[in-house]
């Protein structure tokens, strides 16, 4: 049976209570269930004169090994009688403990040693009342008697069980009698300090063994060097196996290495050792502990190392389990965040071709997709179109055309009306057992291992499917499930939201196209272009341009911007220009037909209908002309060997804002030209009307004289130019008058 010593695990009351042992002046010992020294003081080892041994040295050893033979066998009867009765045993005469302190026989007497002593000494008697022997000269009725007295007392762990005999030693001088008196006096206070040190073991004791903790002790070397038994009832080692380094090996394998270095470092250094280690239990399953040990030092020296080990598994795991969930709330707060700005972003795609954009960025941010398509049933054909993506050679479709009977992820997704997970290629070959033939070669040339259908209803009726697919094998959570569904949810309404646009904006352009002349009339001397570019949204705008013959053989040049957008604006472009007709056909001059145009306005548009309007009337053969302007933007003329400019003509109010209208001379000579345009050439939200007529004037100097001499390369060249870099947020209208430099006038 282990019988080591039960210790002060606290480092710095350790190291008091080996300090009072060690140098304590009355002898002190402990011996095991088998008669032999487990601990000594140095005062004992100086027994009956003997000179100081290493009190270490009596580890081990039997009574007759170090003490003569008969104190030796006087001692062990005494220690035999304690395991037996349980009880302690006092017995004066033991030969004295050279160098230890003196007990008076008197109490009441201040010096010992002067004390007159009343009566022979006699022979000591025992517990038992046996004769004791002494090797002691006896001493002279003169002189007081010096020996010690002997305590021995069981020693008990907290549950009651013998498990050693403490000895206490102490010298007494003065007559037998009083001798015996002091002995049991001492001997009851050692047994009082001795029930009192057993009571603060045992609550010690079970404050340790209730708690989580792990209490050791090691050498200076950082070996083992006592049984620790909760050590062992963790990880069911048996003391051999703990003590040295073999604790070592209850240590997880990929921490052993680590938690060795550091632990000899640690020894080496006198530094305090801090580290979490996995420990593995003698069920095979691992725990977390907390360990900290700290040197006790004596006289400058490491003579121990205290240590604890808590587990810290429930902690840990509880760490684990928030650091999940947290993680978990943030990745479905990060989709919710990149659902919320994909519905936002899709609430501005007006094309299909821009939903899909919007759906292959969600795709790859938000699940890290390593394609995303959206494919639109076609209900007359029973054919899917792809918009953005070729799947004919995709590892999950049959390839070819791709129809709602040949089978695909798609295709299954709108069959099911549910979500299609594929996580593998294997998976593809058992969720299509007998539908699709999983061509090998095309599954290895394909980087793709893992695909997504989702259907797109609407009304529960199709609309077409949305597919990811991804470069690894990949297990859809139920939380990425939701997301997906969600997200398909948000792409069918901005595909739907998406058609009606696209129809309903051609059908717009189409509107406002009939309102503009199907084409230019073909003049000898003078070539006309002119391009109508509508805006990004489906509202109808209110540009417009014109160009017809008068009469009198001279051409009538017209562009015009009715404020605004929708049909109201388009009524208004419409009524203007027909006026504007009537009124040239009756008296072609500017001045009079911008007069007639602001009594129309007066008597049938909206005060806060804002037109304006640019008119020429022009003569083909000479080149000279008459332009006037309510309140448009003023024409750029070019001219052959000068820099471009603007016409210098006063603009005016616009129709309908009462003021006398002026016209004036306007020529073009032969490699000219005029370009007439609307505010959305030159004005955006980016671009205010000043810098844009600047950069207008910019673009057309640097073009070189090809361009210049083709009306058309030249009103490709100044929208391209002007458009370049900004969003079209308005209609763009050019017209472009060129007389050819080959013209002889």
Known sequence: ????????????????????????????????????????????????????????????????????????????????????????????????????????????????????????????????????????????????????????????????????????????????????????????????????????????????????????????????????????????????????????????????????????????????????????????????????????????????????????????????????????????????????????????????????????????????????????????????????????????????????????????????RRPVLVEDPEDLRRQFEGELEIDPERVAASDERSWVGLPLLAAGAPLGALRFSFGRPRKITEEERVFLEALAGQCQLAVERAGLYEREHKTAETLQRSLLPDQLPSVPGLVLVAKYRPAKNMEIGGDWYDAFRLADHRLAVALGDVMGKGLTAAAGMGRVRNALRALALTDPRPAAVLGGLDRLFSATEQDEQVTTVAYLVIDPETGDGVLGNAGHLPALVLEAGCAPRFDQVEAGTPLGWASPRKQHAFNLRPGSTAVFYSDGLVENRNRGLDAGLEELAAVAARADADVLASPGRLLEYLVERMLAGHEQDDDVTVLVVHVPAGDSR
């Open 1 to 416: 049976m282990e019988t080591s010593v039960p210790r002060q695990r606290d480092a710095s009351d350790s190291a008091l209570v080996d300090m009072l042992m060690l140098e304590a002046p009355i002898g002190l010992a402990l011996f095991g269930t088998d008669l032999r020294f487990r601990w000594v003081n140095a005062a004992l080892t100086r027994l009956d004169g003997h000179a100081e041994a290493d009190p270490s040295s009596y580890a081990g050893h039997r009574l007759a090994d170090v003490w003569p033979q008969d104190i030796a066998a006087r001692a062990e009867t005494a220690l035999r009688q304690v395991l037996a009765g349980g009880g302690p045993v006092t017995e004066p005469g033991y030969p004295p403990v050279t160098g230890a302190s003196l007990a008076p026989a008197d109490a009441n007497t201040a010096d010992a040693n002067t004390a007159p002593a009343d009566a022979d000494a006699g022979e000591p008697a025992t517990s038992t009342g046996e004769p004791a022997t002494s090797t002691s000269e006896p001493a002279s009725s003169s002189e007081p008697v010096m020996s010690s007295c002997a305590s021995w007392f069981p020693m008990r762990d907290a549950g009651g069980v013998i498990f050693g005999v403490g000895l206490t030693m102490l010298n007494v001088a003065g007559p037998s009698a009083e001798a015996a008196g002091v002995a049991a006096a001492a001997a009851a206070a050692a047994e009082a300090v001795a029930a009192e040190l057993r009571r603060s073991e045992e609550r010690y004791r079970s404050l340790v063994q209730g708690g989580a903790q792990v209490v050791w002790v090691a050498a200076p070397d950082g070996a083992m060097k006592e049984d620790s038994p909760e050590w062992r009832l963790i990880t069911g080692q048996l003391v051999e196996d703990y003590l040295g380094y073999g604790w070592l090996n209850s240590i997880h394998p990929e921490d052993r290495d680590r938690v060795e270095r550091d632990w000899r470092q640690c020894v080496r250094t006198g530094r305090v050792f801090d580290d979490r280690y996995r420990i593995r239990t003698k069920a095979g399953s691992y725990r977390h502990y907390d360990v900290r040990a700290v040197p006790i030092e004596r006289d400058g020296q490491i003579v121990e190392w205290v240590g604890a080990s808590t587990d810290v598994t429930s902690q840990r795991e509880a760490e684990e389990m928030r650091g999940r969930l947290t993680e978990q709330l943030s990745a479905a707060a990060l989709r919710t965040a990149r659902l919320q700005q994909a519905t936002s972003m899709l609430a501005e795609a007006l094309t299909v071709e821009q939903v899909v954009e919007v759906i292959t960025e969600v795709g790859r941010t938000a699940i890290g997709a390593l394609r995303s398509a959206v494919a639109l049933l076609d209900p007359d054909s029973a054919r899917l179109r792809v918009v953005n993506d070729d799947l004919r050679n995709a590892p999950d479709s049959a390839g070819g055309e791709l129809t709602l009977e040949s089978p695909s992820v798609m295709t299954k997704a709108i069959a099911t």
